[in-house]
């Protein structure tokens, strides 16, 4: 019953003071509204990255010329480039051999090259390329492509090489007119006509790179009609590798079997390092939390220093409110008040005021991180940890900062504080 009569005198006191209140705990607001909107979306950005890996698939191997790499200092020398280049390429006979290990369920080749400038055009309207894919119907399925109409490849597509595309949602969006139905019509790559036979789930975008710009055509299609970007000899533009595991292996078991034969098959010498790279979803993540890491980091750094500053303003105040409630305290002393009782209201009120700033921070915070969602391609997810979190910081911050003035007022002579003008 004390504790609910501290809790209500604490309340009234700051209900008396609303501008003083409001201002106090001003640096709480910003520094909790700074934690649930950087908290929001960056949850929702890592749910949105998590998504799209899931269609890479964490059972899947790229087996290609180069490592997977992003970031400062990642970059490839043009020495490392031109070495990388000279490698061999992947075949079908490698494709072949790999099927046969016991860790692999299926395995294909593919190529995938990046516009380069390249155009697409339909009836007049055109539109920059951002990827084009020769995929077989083994590819289609181990990336998780789903096709939202049409069909996919068949053998006979690649065995006679024929010009058919499956086309992503960007392309069908900025190429055709509203309701106009894509299956079916011939569109143009550079001056080679293609025509669509299947439409792709949208994917979405990732690291900058929009999945759905693509237009996958037959393996075999390609290489007869479509030239590399970048030249001949560009490893980013190489045939690669796609196996799947067997439920039965783990990730690395895969890939030692690979490793091992892919070494004897391209004569790698006992202490000569790989001329190929085994890539997995695995190593996305690892980029990804690579490149987050540096905004926690500046989060975390934004919002303590917010919190801090609200802190210390919320003990400058309590300071002041001692010095200003000097004759209350001495009178509430002098018919039976203990020591006790006083540090435990202002301490209450401490606790009320970064309580009061903190669920005003979450308030603000839940709706700022909508609006940007709404506003931008960002999206936003507030999870109930980072609420119970701000929340419960904020009343931390303002226990931690309201000991001082607390203890300061519980010490106060009750005469001296009678006396006091």
């Not at 900062?401 to 005469?415: N, R």
Request: charged share 20%; aromatic share 8%; with cysteine.
């Amino acid at each position: 019953m004390r504790i609910l009569m501290h809790i209500r005198t604490a309340l009234l006191a700051l209900k008396l003071q609303r501008m003083r209140t409001f201002l106090t705990t001003l640096g709480i607001i910003i520094g909790v509204l700074t934690v649930i909107t950087m908290m929001s979306i960056v949850q929702g950005i890592n749910k949105y990255v998590y998504k799209v890996l899931g269609t890479i698939g964490s059972n899947v191997i790229y087996v290609q010329k180069f490592q997977w790499r992003v970031g400062p200092g990642e970059r490839m020398s043009r020495r490392e480039y031109l070495e990388i280049a000279r490698r061999k390429d992947f075949t079908a006979e490698d494709v072949k051999t790999i099927s046969k290990l016991p860790a692999v369920e299926r395995v294909t080749l593919a190529q995938s090259i990046w516009g380069g400038g390249r155009k697409i055009t339909f009836r007049g309207e055109e539109m920059n390329l951002g990827e084009v894919e020769g995929a077989t119907p083994e590819y289609i399925e181990i990336s998780n492509y789903e096709i939202e109409r049409g069909r996919t490849f068949i053998e006979t597509d690649l065995a006679f090489r024929r010009q058919v595309c499956i086309i992503g949602n960007y392309v069908v969006e900025n190429l055709f007119k509203k309701g106009e139905d894509p299956l079916g019509k011939d569109i143009y790559i550079g001056t080679h006509k293609f025509t669509v036979v299947g439409l792709l789930s949208e994917r979405g975008t990732f690291m900058g790179n929009n999945l759905d710009n693509k237009v996958v055509v037959p393996l075999t299609t390609l290489g007869k009609f479509i030239r590399m970007a970048r030249g001949r000899h560009s490893p980013f533009q190489a045939p690669f590798i796609v196996a799947q595991k067997r439920e039965s292996y783990s990730i690395e078991e895969t890939k030692e079997q690979m490793e091992e034969l892919l070494r004897q098959r391209r004569g790698c010498k006992f202490n000569e390092e790989n001329d190929f790279a085994l890539n997995t979803q695995q190593m996305i993540i690892d980029i990804y939390k690579k490149i987050t890491s540096g905004i926690y980091m500046a989060m975390i750094g934004i919002a303590s220093l917010a919190l801090v500053v609200g802190g210390i303003g919320i003990m400058n105040i309590m300071l002041v409110s001692v010095v200003e409630r000097t004759r209350e305290i001495g009178l509430r002393m002098a018919i039976g008040a203990k020591r006790r009782d006083i540090l435990v209201q202002f301490l209450i009120e401490a606790i009320a005021l970064t309580g009061v700033g903190g669920v005003v921070g979450v308030l603000l915070g839940f709706g700022f991180s909508k609006l940007i969602a709404a506003v931008t391609p960002l999206p936003a997810s507030t999870p109930l940890w980072s609420v119970a979190l701000g929340i419960g910081f904020s009343m931390i911050v303002g226990l931690f900062f309201g000991i001082y003035p607390a203890s300061k007022a519980s010490k106060l002579d009750p005469i001296e504080a009678l006396r006091y003008e």
